[in-house]
């Protein structure tokens, strides 16, 4: 079947079309971005400005004219921490769905965590043994392990790229202070909440997700996005380390120029880089992977469980 995965996310707006069935992976047939970064668009209290909402909308109601000009016959739509932290976040999704008609729901922390690990599992398999999966988004931080399809210890923390740095990086290049302050309170932030993911045990293999990993390691060599998805990219924390002091001396203009970084990326990869340094480092990762399915992913593979589960009338599995 033909699905349409529409992602409302806190930097970008992305509708995916795949081709999907069971017992196979999903083959995108067609793809669609907009760099909305709904994380720059909220107001002091955190919501999300009239301007802002307008665009989404407009964006969500073209997508859906373009999911069914590509013949799709379900759109899953969702939205992650940009509208569920935003205390008017109802209030735009009501409007979308009486504007466009598509129902937004919207995932909660934990589930994009869930979501994401699902995903890398099913990429790895079995043999990848107990997995460590950390993804960086505008909003937040999504930590997740376990050695099964559902992990043991979930966590998402308010320590997204975007988020950071319109909370706490306003210069450009960023004063060397408060890059410091960023570094000491992304630390704090994610000590506190450290040990749940320590006590179930060491992984077999680390993975990160997200464009923001996927940028860092194409800063440290890994292979560029056209090589394809089955090429094994990796980041060592070591090359991280020796990015971080460079990232923080350029401009978003001089970062935008590095291979791998979007310009409109390139203003929030040095809140990230610093978010993946604390990770790595306070977990103990020398190297992670790099794995190319993710939130998107996860929803789709989900789904078509739900599907095999329906039909066979078996119990339904967490959504």
Same mark, same amino acid.
């Given at each position: 079947?033909?699905?349409?995965? %529409?992602?409302?996310?806190?930097?970008?707006?992305?509708?995916?079309?795949?081709?999907?069935?069971?017992?196979?992976?999903?083959?995108?047939?067609?793809?669609?971005?907009?760099?909305?970064?709904?994380?720059?668009?909220?107001?002091?209290?955190?919501?999300?400005?009239?301007?802002?909402?307008?665009?989404?909308?407009?964006?969500? &109601?073209?997508?859906?004219?373009?999911?069914?000009?590509?013949?799709?016959?379900?759109?899953?739509a969702f939205a992650t921490s940009a509208?569920?932290?935003?205390?008017?976040?109802?209030?735009?999704?009501?409007?979308?769905?009486?504007?466009?008609?598509?129902?937004?729901?919207?995932?909660?922390?934990?589930?994009?965590?869930?979501?994401?690990?699902?995903?890398?599992?099913?990429?790895?398999?079995?043999?990848?043994?107990? *997995?460590?999966?950390?993804?960086?988004?505008?909003?937040? %931080?999504?930590?997740?392990?376990?050695?099964?399809?559902?992990?043991?210890?979930?966590?998402?923390?308010?320590?997204?790229?975007?988020?950071?740095t319109r909370d706490m990086l306003a210069?450009?290049?960023?004063? #060397?202070?408060?890059?410091?302050?960023?570094?000491?309170?992304?630390?704090?932030?994610?000590?506190?909440?450290?040990? &749940?993911?320590?006590?179930?045990?060491?992984?077999?293999?680390?993975?990160?997700?997200?464009?923001?990993?996927?940028?860092?390691?194409?800063?440290?060599?890994?292979?560029?996005?056209?090589?394809?998805?089955?090429?094994?990219?990796?980041?060592?924390?070591?090359?991280?380390?020796?990015?971080? #002091?460079? %990232?923080?001396?350029?401009?978003?203009?001089?970062?935008?120029?590095?291979?791998?970084?979007? #310009?409109?990326?390139?203003?929030?990869?040095?809140?990230?880089?610093?978010?993946?340094?604390?990770?790595?480092? *306070? %977990?103990?990762?020398?190297?992670?992977?790099?794995?190319?399915?993710?939130?998107?992913?996860?929803?789709? *593979?989900?789904?078509?469980?739900? *599907?095999?589960?329906?039909?066979?009338?078996?119990?339904?599995?967490?959504?």
């Amino acid at each position: 079947m033909r699905l349409g995965v %529409l992602d409302v996310g806190s930097n970008t707006v992305h509708l995916l079309v795949v081709d999907a069935h069971v017992g196979a992976p999903p083959v995108p047939a067609f793809s669609d971005v907009t760099e909305l970064r709904l994380a720059e668009l909220l107001d002091a209290k955190g919501a999300i400005g009239t301007d802002g909402a307008r665009q989404l909308a407009a964006y969500v &109601r073209e997508a859906a004219t373009m999911a069914e000009d590509k013949g799709v016959e379900e759109m899953l739509a969702f939205a992650t921490s940009a509208i569920r932290d935003a205390p008017n976040g109802e209030a735009v999704i009501a409007k979308i769905r009486s504007s466009a008609g598509v129902d937004l729901q919207v995932v909660s922390g934990e589930d994009e965590a869930r979501l994401t690990f699902f995903a890398v599992r099913r990429w790895y398999g079995w043999s990848s043994g107990r *997995l460590l999966v950390l993804d960086i988004g505008g909003g937040s %931080l999504e930590v997740a392990t376990g050695s099964d399809e559902e992990p043991d210890a979930v966590n998402s923390l308010p320590l997204g790229a975007g988020r950071l740095t319109r909370d706490m990086l306003a210069d450009d290049p960023p004063d #060397p202070d408060a890059v410091r302050a960023l570094r000491k309170h992304v630390r704090a932030a994610f000590a506190r909440d450290l040990g &749940r993911v320590i006590r179930v045990g060491a992984p077999d293999r680390v993975v990160g997700t997200s464009k923001t990993f996927r940028s860092l390691a194409r800063l440290a060599g890994a292979a560029p996005s056209d090589e394809g998805p089955y090429v094994r990219r990796k980041l060592r924390h070591q090359s991280l380390l020796e990015w971080v #002091p460079k %990232l923080s001396a350029m401009t978003a203009a001089e970062r935008a120029e590095l291979p791998g970084v979007s #310009p409109g990326r390139a203003q929030q990869l040095l809140a990230g880089a610093i978010v993946a340094d604390a990770a790595m480092d *306070l %977990l103990g990762v020398e190297e992670l992977e790099i794995c190319p399915w993710a939130l998107r992913e996860g929803v789709i *593979l989900r789904r078509l469980d739900q *599907l095999v589960t329906d039909e066979s009338g078996a119990v339904p599995t967490r959504p």
